[in-house]
């Protein structure tokens, strides 16, 4: 699960995932709600 986490990051970081997709993902069990805060302590482009 790290590495899917850590793309999350990545993905966030470069505005290809938004914070409402990672809403649905901790919703659906795919994240952890912990994991989305780890996620979205990044910076969102263009934010």
Same mark, same amino acid.
């Given at each position: 699960?790290?590495?899917? @986490?850590?793309?999350?990051?990545?993905?966030?970081?470069?505005?290809? @995932?938004?914070?409402?997709?990672?809403?649905?993902?901790?919703?659906?069990?795919?994240?952890?709600?912990?994991?989305?805060?780890?996620?979205?302590?990044?910076?969102?482009?263009?934010?």
């Amino acid at each position: 699960m790290e590495r899917l @986490v850590e793309s999350l990051k990545r993905l966030f970081a470069n505005g290809k @995932v938004t914070k409402e997709r990672l809403a649905q993902m901790a919703e659906a069990g795919t994240i952890t709600p912990e994991e989305k805060a780890y996620i979205m302590a990044g910076t969102e482009k263009g934010a």
